[in-house]
């Protein structure tokens, strides 16, 4: 479960900026690759146990699935592989990994002063 660190950071990313202006998180948006090595589902579980207590406590994780593209090394167009297939829809070339699918960062913070 390594979801757990990088949920603490990313609670107190969101606690540094809602601190700095006396406010609160309402809301934090996250972009979460299903290549990412992270699963949404136990971010929002760890999110939850952290958040209490804090200036994140009640804030809406929204979390947005990336799925990962393939590029097509002979034509160069990205995809999404279909099951058990790594062929190019457009030529039927072989596609490779991209970094599309791998992202993991914090999109937004969304703060509010109410309450
Ligand atoms: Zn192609």
């Known amino acids: 479960m390594h979801e757990y660190p990088i949920t603490l950071r990313i609670v107190e990313i969101a606690n540094q900026q809602a601190e700095g202006v006396g406010a609160r998180v309402s809301g ?29 406590e009640g804030a809406a994780l929204s979390i947005e699935r990336v799925r990962p593209q393939l590029k097509c090394a002979a034509c160069g167009t990205y995809f999404v592989r279909k099951p058990f297939s790594f062929a190019c829809p457009q030529c039927g070339g072989d596609g490779y990994p991209t970094e599309i699918g791998k992202e993991f960062y914090v999109k ?3 703060l509010t002063t109410e309450g």
């Open 28 to 56: 934090i948006d996250l972009v979460v690759g299903d290549d990412s090595g992270f699963i949404g589902e136990s971010i929002q579980m760890y999110f939850d146990i952290i958040a209490e207590g804090t200036p994140c």
């Open 108 to 110: 937004s913070v969304e």
